[in-house]
């Protein structure tokens, strides 16, 4: 099986290190690396440098680089306006959140993972032409890497009388700093935004249970796809964060009865965890975008219940830090207005122009 691993980064050269040094205990026969590299340009090259020495057939691109390409192959197709315009989005050549955080100090960085992921897999079909893709996230490293061939040999596996063709697996957090106390004010925010609950719910299971079937929730560092499905379904660039949890609830609608994904509980990452960092006021905007994006995607309405919870959380913020009233402000505009008017925009766009995606790639295997 041709396999290619498809990692994005951004000015972590040494945990690039870390998580290939990972790879290459994998006793597999053979794979590619594409590494899609955001980085500084010092540290791009120093990336760069430890590519070339590993002896394994790579591709190394800044997303503006792979978006040049990508640019070239669209003048090539013939594609409806509708199409050429959902492509473009899925690569970050436009962006759909433009105009809505414009008057945001922080809403150049304001980029979601998903365009980095579908320039990942087009670089991988370009080049490489795989059986299959691994994504995994530079702050990651193969805690099993002798294991992998097992989780591989899993796809065209059957179970449940249906064909896998998708399998993630979970995180073990590695903490690279010692857990500080958290404040009380602190920790009410967390709870009534609920982030911390959502996610234990998402990868809830039974004790000794191994194969979760269509979860609701995968993660897209530890995320093997077969050709089948990358092929078909890029990754959502209308969602501004948490676009494995996206992806996954498009598996559901977009598999037939036939090809099933599975979450694979024995299949385990280890995950780099910062425990100290500043608050990241972005990250909740993204999240406010992304919630209210996929509950209007999905068919459940923007309810007053998520509604609530952010606007106390946001309350609460203000009464602690009364100096951040205008962070506190913004969120509550994005919460109110701007997310629930891209979502209604935006919703739609995705189901209705994701067959646009299929007949660029069935282009790019036939040339």
């Not at 070339?52 to 013939?78: D, G, M, N, Y």
């Not at 979601?112 to 702050?139: H, M, T, V």
């Not at 402000?329 to 646009?356: D, G, H, I, Q, T």
Request: charged letters at 30%.
């Amino acid at each position: 099986m041709r396999i290619t691993f498809v990692i994005i980064t951004r000015n972590r050269p040494r945990k690039i290190r870390c998580l290939v040094d990972s790879i290459l205990k994998t006793e597999l026969d053979s794979f590619s690396i594409v590494l899609i590299d955001d980085s500084s340009e010092k540290k791009f090259w120093k990336n760069r440098e430890f590519l070339k020495s590993i002896s394994v057939p790579f591709k190394h691109f800044s997303s503006i680089q792979a978006r040049k390409c990508f640019e070239k192959t669209l003048e090539e197709i013939k594609l409806t306006e509708s199409e050429e315009e959902f492509l473009r989005d899925c690569v970050g050549l436009a962006s759909p959140f433009n105009g809505y955080l414009s008057d945001f100090k922080s809403g150049l960085q304001f980029a979601p993972y998903s365009p980095a992921r579908n320039l990942g897999i087009n670089c991988a079909i370009k080049f490489f032409n795989p059986e299959a893709i691994l994504f995994l996230d530079d702050d990651c490293l193969l805690l099993y890497p002798k294991k992998l061939k097992s989780h591989l040999k899993l796809l065209g596996a059957r179970l449940d009388q249906r064909t896998i063709v998708a399998i993630s697996g979970l995180y073990r957090d590695i903490f690279v700093h010692k857990k500080g106390r958290e404040k009380i004010s602190e920790r009410i925010v967390k709870i009534l935004r609920g982030i911390a609950f959502f996610l234990w719910k998402s990868f809830k299971t039974e004790r000794n249970v191994r194969f979760v079937i269509m979860p609701s929730h995968m993660l897209g560092g530890t995320l093997i796809l077969s050709c089948k499905v990358f092929a078909n379904i890029p990754f959502d660039p209308y969602v501004a964060r948490g676009e494995d949890h996206a992806y996954a609830l498009d598996l559901k609608f977009f598999l037939n009865k036939k090809h099933i994904a599975i979450r694979d509980n024995s299949f385990i990452i280890g995950h780099f965890k910062e425990e100290k960092q500043k608050k990241d006021n972005v990250n909740v905007l993204r999240d406010t975008f992304r919630f209210v994006y996929m509950r209007t995607k999905t068919g459940r309405s923007f309810i007053s219940f998520f509604t609530l919870r952010w606007l106390c959380a946001s309350i609460v913020e203000l009464i602690i830090n009364p100096r951040g009233y205008r962070e506190c402000l913004k969120e509550l505009r994005v919460l109110l207005f701007l997310a629930p008017k891209y979502a209604k925009k935006n919703c739609n766009k995705f189901r209705s122009n994701a067959r646009a995606w299929k007949k660029l790639i069935s282009w790019q295997a036939r040339k």
